[in-house]
């Protein structure tokens, strides 16, 4: 069994890692070389690839996470490789399961695909949530299979597109009251808080969701899971509107600290946002008209970009293309921007606006809404 670590994971001191052994046990058909089996998870920010040959078609993993953990599980069935063409490519043998403290065996008769997991809760719970939802997904996965036959034209014919989108809501809409349902049976499960975790959305009001997330037992709360639902709780509270906005200092493209209380006196949106980001930078026009319009009224914006260390040139050529001419920053950091994570920020674009004082008025707004606000506090306000 051979594993790759992305990373000098293996530097770390152990005392450092909360260790939870799992093994998987794995038998498909009476595969043998050049077969080979592939399991892909995350340690913490690093990503594992680990591989293991297949004799008789038996195979076995074992390792240590931190947490419970979603992985892959893929079966390479010969020593071919990979086709660059798309179109020519094997379909993928894979399956994805959750690793835990636990053994958990994998077995099929052919396809890893089809394999059944047993041996551990957290992939019987998963199974059990998956059946809820059987008829809907089958249901959607004929309409997309409709959706993909329609031409380029049709795809942007209204007539084409309406009845379809009513047909797709209607197949879709019984899929929160299920959400809230196995949650609320599955307090005790992982899988329940995963599904918590998808309900809660990410506009979030600390008040309706602490005291929801509070339900489940500690144990549950201090998986990494429950450690991002409580960092996106904590951040919620620092973005509610009323409190005072939290300070942080990043930088500009010329490498010039810039910090939020420096713009005090001013009307402030903040605004969340990356290059890679298609809603964000449909949003950019809106956001751009409005600076225009009020950028004389004591009003200023500061982007903050969610681009990674090596998107430095990605991000400063979305900033020239979209004339984004307000004060630009980020800190280009691995794992994350450090401000959007002070502010709980779980999906972009996402914004807040703050009054002269620094107090937070307004939140997550866009076009309409946007412009709207702006105008009810600086449309009085002289040039």
């Not at 997309?144 to 009845?163: H, L």
């Not at 009307?267 to 956001?287: I, M």
């Not at 939140?363 to 105008?375: C, M, S």
């Amino acid at each position: 069994m051979k594993k790759l670590l992305l990373s000098a994971i293996c530097l770390l001191p152990l005392g450092l890692m909360a260790q939870q052994a799992f093994t998987i046990k794995g038998k498909v058909g009476n595969l043998n070389t050049p077969a080979k089996a592939y399991l892909n998870y995350s340690v913490g920010k690093t990503r594992v690839t680990d591989s293991a040959t297949v004799t008789k078609g038996a195979f076995e993993f074992k390792g240590n996470i931190e947490s419970p953990t979603m992985a892959s599980i893929r079966i390479k069935h010969d020593a071919a490789p990979v086709n660059p063409d798309p179109k020519k490519r094997t379909p993928i043998d894979q399956i994805s399961l959750y690793l835990e403290k636990a053994t958990i065996n994998v077995a099929a008769k052919d396809s890893v695909k089809n394999a059944k997991i047993t041996g551990s809760k957290i992939n019987d719970d998963n199974a059990k949530y998956k059946a809820l939802f059987a008829k809907i997904d089958a249901d959607v996965a004929t309409l997309m299979k409709e959706y993909n036959a329609y031409t380029a034209e049709q795809k942007k014919d209204d007539a084409v597109m309406k009845p379809f989108m009513e047909k797709y809501n209607a197949a879709n809409k019984e899929r929160e009251p299920l959400n809230k349902k196995f949650v609320e049976e599955n307090r005790d499960s992982f899988i329940g808080l995963v599904t918590y975790r998808t309900i809660m959305g990410y506009d979030i009001d600390p008040k309706v969701v602490e005291p929801e997330f509070m339900k489940f037992s500690a144990a549950l709360r201090a998986t990494q899971t429950g450690k991002d639902i409580q960092t996106a709780i904590d951040g919620a509270k620092k973005s509610q509107i009323g409190v005072m906005a939290a300070d942080f200092t990043q930088y500009d493209p010329e490498g010039k600290a810039v910090s939020l209380s420096s713009l005090k006196g001013k009307y402030v949106l903040v605004d969340f946002w990356a290059s890679w980001c298609g809603p964000c930078r449909q949003e950019n026009p809106h956001v751009l008209a409005a600076y225009n319009k009020y950028k004389n009224r004591n009003f200023e914006i500061l982007g903050v970009s969610l681009d990674e260390p090596n998107k430095k040139a990605e991000w400063l050529k979305a900033v020239k293309d979209d004339g984004l001419t307000w004060p630009q920053v980020s800190d280009l950091k691995e794992g994350g921007n450090t401000a959007a994570k002070l502010y709980g920020v779980q999906a972009i674009p996402f914004n807040f606006i703050m009054d002269p004082s620094g107090k937070i008025v307004a939140k997550n707004l866009r076009g309409d809404k946007l412009e709207a606000k702006l105008e009810e506090l600086l449309g009085g306000k002289t040039k």
